[in-house]
């Protein structure tokens, strides 16, 4: 099956009991047993729910997966990958990783005696300095944010499969659609589904895709016994948004390219960082990973100040000012003092989060309208 079609019927069939075409709400946290064990496969909703069973499945089949797990966010799933290690085991992450991700490593699991390097992933030879024999996981987000540098995951892939170490892909700012690190030699791969899964803004949902079926076994005891998982009502809404991801991915990425080559040739603008640029310095290896290159862009403008930044976020119409990504509507931030704010200055400074940046989520609005908005907003 091509992508367009499991993102409609990938893992789903219609409700046996009705014949309902969509995946029903089992607002149920338990199940009636005929006599103690005898029972359907559902015993209690945390374990597992028929809604969120559908979404974990389908999750699945559109990166190419044996196995799917729902987690409550994002988070909740990148919590339940870190607990795979135990006390004295390191992780390597790459140095421009989610704040909450770099949050997460430095201010929780670093406590559990379990220790993250940060490095630069863009040069494979800086992962391989840091790998010892106590490196259990490495960790890697390509398209990174907010600067969107890109790592060969298969490059990495070839190191950490020589040394017996876990692989786990953040893929939520390319999503299924656009790359599936499976596929090029991840274990695991992550996703906030709040963002390009859902795409609409109206849901907070994490997963993790694996193939193989022990790493499955004790992720999904970790999901069970820790009891970060979806509701239904939840995992209905992604199972819903998923059905037009392809779509929607389609034109966040003409989207981004328009507003990419706008910025690109703008007068006040310094640099743009969008991996569907010739001149973004990972453009071959972002062509031949990924099938194109999404809504997410970020730029600088020659004047680097907090100030000029400022005036653009405030100044626009349609690009609204949050935090998130990966929806209908298109966002603008900050990312110096949104998203990365947990992460301290000298570090930004170092990965190039420098204050003058300015980051957009492109929506599937008209392009036209956006470019519109950027040009009144930048002036
Ligand atoms: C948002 C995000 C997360 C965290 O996901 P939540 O659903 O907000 O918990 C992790 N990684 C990336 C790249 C994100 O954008």
Redesign the pocket.
């Given at each position: 099956m091509k992508f367009a079609t499991k993102a409609v019927h990938g893992g789903l069939k219609p409700d046996e009991s009705t014949g309902a075409i969509m995946t029903p709400i089992y607002q149920t946290s338990t199940y009636v047993q005929k006599a103690p064990g005898e029972h359907n496969g559902y015993e209690y909703s945390r374990t597992l729910n028929p809604t969120r069973e559908a979404l974990q499945l389908n999750i699945a089949s559109i990166e190419n997966g044996k196995h799917g797990l729902c987690f409550s966010?994002?988070?909740g799933a990148i919590d339940a990958v870190i607990k795979l290690l135990s006390p004295g085991d390191e992780i390597v992450a790459n140095n421009d990783v989610?704040g909450?991700?770099y949050r997460i490593m430095t201010k929780v699991f670093e406590d559990y005696g379990i220790k993250p390097h940060f490095v630069d992933m863009q040069n494979a030879r800086s992962v391989e300095e840091h790998v010892n024999d106590k490196t259990r996981l490495v960790w890697l987000?390509t398209p990174s944010?907010p600067l969107l540098n890109i790592t060969d995951i298969k490059e990495l892939a070839a190191i950490t499969q020589a040394n017996g170490i876990l692989l786990g892909v953040?893929n939520?700012?390319a999503s299924p659609y656009l790359q599936n690190p499976l596929d090029l030699g991840a274990d695991i791969v992550m996703h906030?589904v709040?963002?390009y899964l859902g795409g609409h803004s109206d849901v907070?949902l994490?997963a993790l895709v694996c193939n193989d079926d022990q790493l499955e076994e004790r992720l999904s005891f970790i999901q069970n016994t820790c009891g970060a998982v979806p509701g239904p009502q939840d995992c209905f809404l992604v199972l819903r948004g998923i059905k037009t991801l392809h779509l929607r991915m389609q034109r966040h990425s003409d989207n981004g390219r328009l507003l990419a080559d706008f910025l690109d040739g703008h007068e006040k603008v310094d640099h743009v960082y969008w991996p569907g640029l010739e001149n973004h310095a990972n453009h071959s290896i972002a062509k031949d990973q990924m099938r194109d290159f999404g809504g997410m862009l970020s730029f600088t403008l020659k004047d680097n100040s907090l100030e000029a930044a400022h005036a653009v976020i405030s100044n626009t119409r349609i690009f609204k000012l949050a935090e998130s990504?990966g929806g209908v509507e298109s966002l603008i931030g900050h990312p110096a003092s949104m998203t990365h704010a947990a992460i301290p200055r000298e570090e930004r400074d170092k990965t190039g989060i420098v204050e003058g940046l300015i980051r957009l989520s492109v929506g599937i609005e008209d392009g036209e309208d956006l470019i519109e908005d950027m040009k009144q907003a930048i002036g």
């Open positions: 966010s994002g988070m989610y909450g991700t987000e944010n953040d939520t700012f906030s709040t963002k907070v994490g990504l």
